[in-house]
């Protein structure tokens, strides 16, 4: 028979004084019977969006009465896995302690494991018992070749299917507990369903899918059930320390569980006729061996500290730790600490969660209120006024601070869609599409390159000592990129200048300059006096507390909103792990060691050891103190102490020059010719005039200061067959000798000969040769000449770099010959 369902106000209020429902579910099962009542006999798909916590088996349990009522024979529960199925059949058993009484039409109950025994069939062919179907998403959808279902198959009893059966109902109802599991399953519920044919599908949830919120047709959210005293106020718990391993995590849990115990206790003493209830932790995992983990730690001294104790529930849990999980409300469970990875995430309705654990990332706000909601049933039934029983504390050292800045989530409502979202001919959401034809938001095409920007920067190597590879390009020189070096001296009326770089097959040259640095000088723990360490000891003579803070996200009603406020609780002393001295003092020798700058020795030890003894000497250590233990915070300020002092010896250690080579390519190019370019082999000397017509320079021009020596050395290197390339060196360049009172020395030439041998060369007039400056500058180029001579390696190969000081009578001397030069000049 088909059944018309109307909409009776009257029975409404009748059946929730029976269920004794609470205004939002009341509320909820009213939407729900309108709309049901307004769609006639066409399909509906409708979601009821109830906070976790408030009660949605009751609107489950009073909408199947008002269905029956009705005259509805046939309703259909649907719960996404096996915890959920075994809590639905224990909130239908008189014998359970989850029984929800309220109905006067007793439903029979046909499950997976008894649909197929004789009774029962007789019962499902009676049209006037009401019969409720409680099976798994699983075991409805349509069978594959390598699954079965048992629901498709033909039973004898029946003569038909159950599946067939049910779709042959004229009056079934399907209500999906947790509607929003079914989203990843869209496809292969959405067929079972249909194919039913039901009247309507209703979906409860506290959390929707995105792509439902069009078929909501009543929220209520965690904010107003916190709000309207219907759950339990969450507590954010946390450190300010920066402590936030999972060790750490635990032991808080446990010592607020302990104090949730005492606060229980003493409100059952109070309130005699109060429910036998014990408060339990609920930690969530990341894995399987996570929790096996998490379980050993659990069960030791500090923590819950006994493994008889602590409940491991995975998929891979026996049937009798399911058994003692239905049993943990039970006033003589032994159970104190329940672990878990995914099995108990949604649906597992227990009243006695009183501390939260979450190990794995809160990723998602669904997952966050999904956590959240074990812990949020009230225990005794209502608030009690005691607020450590009136609470669920969330420990979250690692994330806190999201989650408090997330903390109007508790308030928001479901934002429903702007525009419909199109239906299937049987009502299901159907999926929209992208158009990917068009550019999306925000794209933008590759920028082009401006122009002449195009191809690779190619840089010589550093370390090359000079290299005669260079393309021929037909061209007398080649002309740079960008400006680096210019000439000193402008000319009036002189043509513009040009860019231009090094002769055709001129060498590039490495300079090897020497820079100074001041470095510290090494260290050693010998250089720190015992007193030091006393003294930095005596910071820690007292034990170092540490403090467990609670936040409690209390809501308060602002007429039509909510209001979520965050509401500091009392902070107490955290217990802290103790550690006797023996480790104390290996963590305190080990902060001294890992220092870079100690050498890695045996006298290093020895010295850790002395300091360390000192140390502890100073926070009040004494010989007789080998029992003495340190909590985790005391021992963890020690120990920065320790490498404090450390690294103030370190940073305080004297400090001493040292050298290093810098390479310097030279020349820098290219740079600006200087336009009127006098001939050096034709024409007079000209102070600061720029001269061509070299052979051997690697620039195209050079210009001079002085005649007598820079002029007349440019020849004798430019002739004489024993020199291979020279260079000028003008002062401001980065060929450079530092000094420690005259500045930077430039020195005149840096000249290549025949046998790869590099010397830099500096021209003086003989008045000048004697002068202090002069001579200190001599002194400096040559301790530079041995220093880059003693520090060639293989890594760095600078070549044999020597100093020539030639004054004006030397020049004379040499008669226009290098190595004349080199006998009159006598260089090391």
Same mark, same amino acid.
């Given at each position: ?405 997330? $903390? ?403 020049? $004379? ?16």
């Amino acid at each position: 028979m088909t059944v018309d369902i109307t909409y009776d106000e009257a029975l409404i209020e009748e059946i929730a004084a029976r269920f004794d429902l609470r205004k939002p579910n009341q509320d909820a099962l009213t939407e729900i019977v309108q709309r049901i009542a307004d769609g006639g006999i066409d399909y509906q798909e409708m979601v009821a969006d109830l906070a976790t916590g408030v009660g949605k088996t009751f609107l489950m349990s009073s909408l199947i009465e008002y269905l029956a009522q009705q005259g509805v024979r046939y309703v259909l529960v649907v719960t996404p896995g096996s915890t959920i199925q075994r809590k639905t059949l224990a909130n239908f058993d008189a014998a359970s302690a989850k029984y929800v009484a309220g109905a006067d039409i007793a439903p029979f109950i046909v499950t997976p494991d008894n649909f197929q025994a004789a009774n029962v069939g007789s019962v499902l062919r009676n049209p006037q018992r009401l019969k409720v179907f409680v099976f798994n998403v699983q075991q409805l959808i349509r069978p594959t070749d390598k699954v079965s279902r048992k629901v498709r198959s033909e039973d004898e009893n029946l003569g038909d299917a159950l599946y067939s059966h049910l779709e042959n109902a004229d009056d079934l109802f399907v209500i999906a507990d947790e509607h929003h599991v079914y989203h990843d399953k869209a496809a292969a519920f959405s067929a079972a369903i249909r194919d039913l044919h039901p009247a309507a599908l209703v979906g409860l949830t506290a959390t929707p899918d995105k792509a439902d919120y069009a078929k909501v047709v009543f929220q209520y959210t965690l904010g107003e059930a916190i709000a309207d005293g219907h759950v339990k106020v969450p507590v954010i718990v946390y450190r300010k320390d920066g402590t936030k391993d999972e060790r750490t995590q635990l032991r808080d849990a446990c010592q607020l569980l302990g104090h949730k115990e005492q606060s229980y206790t003493a409100y059952r003493d109070a309130n005699p006729a109060a429910a036998a209830v014990k408060p339990v932790l609920f930690v969530v995992c990341q894995t399987i061996e996570h929790a096996q983990e998490v379980g050993q730690i659990l069960a030791q001294p500090g923590f819950i500290g006994d493994g008889s104790h602590v409940l491991e529930v995975t998929s891979q849990s026996s049937d009798e730790a399911l058994d003692a999980l239905a049993k943990v409300e039970e006033p003589d469970s032994p159970i104190r600490a329940i672990v878990s990875v995914n099995m108990l995430r949604e649906g597992w309705d227990v009243k006695n969660i009183a501390v939260i654990v979450a190990l794995r990332r809160l990723a998602s706000q669904t997952l966050t209120e999904q956590i959240l909601g074990r812990g949020l049933r009230l225990p005794f039934g209502a608030r009690t006024g005691v607020p450590d029983v009136d609470q669920v504390d969330l420990v979250a050292h690692d994330s806190y601070k999201q989650l408090l800045d997330q $903390k109007d989530v508790l308030r928001q409502r479901i934002q429903l869609p702007a525009t419909a979202v199109e239906v299937d001919e049987h009502g299901f959401a159907t999926t929209a599409t992208v158009d990917t034809s068009q550019p999306h938001a925000g794209d933008t095409q590759p920028a082009t390159p401006p122009s002449g920007t195009s191809g690779p920067d190619v840089e010589p190597s550093q370390w090359a000592l000079f290299d005669l590879d260079e393309p021929d390009s037909g061209d007398e020189t080649r002309v740079g990129d960008g400006l680096l070096f210019q000439e000193t001296e402008s000319r009036v009326d002189a043509p513009t200048p040009t860019e231009v770089g090094r002769v055709k097959k001129a060498p590039q040259i490495v300079f090897p300059r020497r820079e100074s640095v001041l470095d510290y000088a090494s260290f050693s723990l010998s250089d720190i006096p015992d007193g030091d360490a006393q003294a930095a000891g005596a910071a820690f003579i007292k034990e170092v507390p540490t403090f467990i803070f609670r936040d409690a996200l209390e809501a308060t009603r602002s007429g039509d909103d909510v209001v979520i406020n965050r509401v500091q609780q009392h902070v107490e002393e955290a217990n802290q792990e103790l550690a006797g001295l023996d480790t104390v003092r290996a963590e305190l020798a080990e902060a001294i060691l890992q220092q870079p700058e100690v050498p890695r020795e045996q006298a290093s030890k020895g010295a850790a050891r002395r300091l360390v003894t000192a140390f502890l000497r100073g926070a009040g250590v004494t010989t007789e103190d080998a029992t003495a233990e340190w909590g985790t915070k005391r021992r963890q300020q020690a120990v920065e102490g320790m490498r404090q002092t450390i690294r103030a010896a370190i940073v305080n250690r004297k400090k001493e020059v040292r050298y290093q080579i810098r390479p310097v390519t030279l020349p820098l190019e290219p740079v600006l010719s200087p336009g009127n370019v006098f001939d050096a082999s034709n024409d007079k000397f000209v102070k600061h005039a720029a001269f061509g017509g070299w052979k051997k320079n690697v620039m195209p021009f050079a210009s001079f200061d002085a005649g007598s020596t820079e002029w007349e050395l440019a020849h004798l290197l430019d002739t004489d067959p024993a020199i291979y390339w020279w260079l000028r060196v003008y002062v401001g360049g980065q060929a450079f000798i530092p000094t420690e009172n005259d500045g930077n020395y430039f020195p005149d030439f840096v000249a290549l000969d025949a046998d790869g041998g590099f010397w830099l060369i500096e021209g003086k007039a003989d008045k000048n040769a004697n002068d202090a400056d002069v001579l200190r500058k001599k002194e400096a180029a040559e301790k530079w000449a041995r220093y880059v001579r003693d520090s060639r390696t293989s890594d760095a190969p600078f070549g044999s770099w020597r100093y020539v000081f030639a004054t004006e009578s030397n020049i $004379k001397q040499a008669g226009g010959s290098w190595n004349g030069l080199l006998t009159v000049t006598k260089p090391e």
